[in-house]
């Protein structure tokens, strides 16, 4: 089952377009389901991490579809974005925001279909693992492989993902267990989980990470540390 949501301020595209989606699943055999909005502000307020593929219009009257997309993207980096546009002008902005493609509305079935196509022949989305979590901020979407360490926050967890910095309210000891549970991911100090995949090196009591920061390695949990770390990179090599 794929969510496809369709986000633009005309029923007559969306139903057209439900139309030519469903066309598009009974040729191919998917599975998928749809999530209609109006507006910007109306699809970010219901917003659901595991959406799949999202047809945005540019430009609607209350929130366009490239401040849409931008606080799509600080919540989701992953899922994928297909801008719906009038104008030809608007399509080289709408890269900005990592989107799949534009469609030139009125939408045509071919030109549907050879996007589609395209896209799912790329698509990992359903295979990577990822962590969905809400704070008071929002709500968010992060791909493990993109989440580089977290950190005990007063009684709350910081995670760190593609230059962001987002609570989740659990504690430690709950977000390791979430964390270490993938093979890449290994607490480095009793406030700190590390993605091995970010670790550069070491320097004495501290890791030094892809991203120039730096994170201390206790010492009671240096030699376990050490031992997955050398298994991680051998498996790499």
């Known amino acids: 089952m794929f969510n496809i949501v369709i986000c633009d301020d005309e029923d007559t595209l969306i139903e057209d377009l439900k139309e030519q989606l469903q066309r598009y699943a009974k040729e191919t055999g998917r599975d998928f389901c749809y999530f209609t909005y109006h507006d910007g502000r109306e699809l970010l307020m219901d917003y659901h991490p595991d959406t799949d593929l999202i047809f945005l219009d540019i430009k609607m009257e209350q929130m366009d579809g490239f401040k849409t997309a931008e606080a799509i993207r600080n919540m989701d980096s992953s899922v994928g974005i297909l801008f719906l546009t009038s104008l030809k002008k608007f399509v080289w902005k709408g ?28 698509y990992q989305g359903k295979e990577e693992p990822y962590l969905s979590f809400s704070n008071d901020n ?8 993109n989440l580089s360490y977290a950190e005990t926050n007063k009684r709350n967890v910081m995670l760190h993902f593609e230059g962001n910095q987002q609570i989740i309210y659990k504690n430690m000891k709950e977000v390791s267990g979430l964390l270490c549970g993938q093979p890449q991911f290994v607490q480095s100090h009793q406030s700190f989980v590390v993605n091995l995949s970010f670790v550069k090196g070491l320097e004495g009591q501290e890791l030094i990470l892809s991203t120039g920061e730096r994170l201390p390695i206790s010492q009671p949990r240096r030699k376990e540390f050490m031992k997955k770390l050398t298994d991680y990179w051998g498996d790499m090599l």
Do not use: Q, S, T, W
């Open 138 to 145: 929002g709500k968010y979407k992060v791909l493990y492989k």
């Open 95 to 122: 890269y900005e925001y990592r989107a799949v493609n534009y469609l030139i509305k009125p939408v045509k079935y071919g030109v549907l279909k050879l996007e589609l196509d395209r896209y799912f022949a790329h």
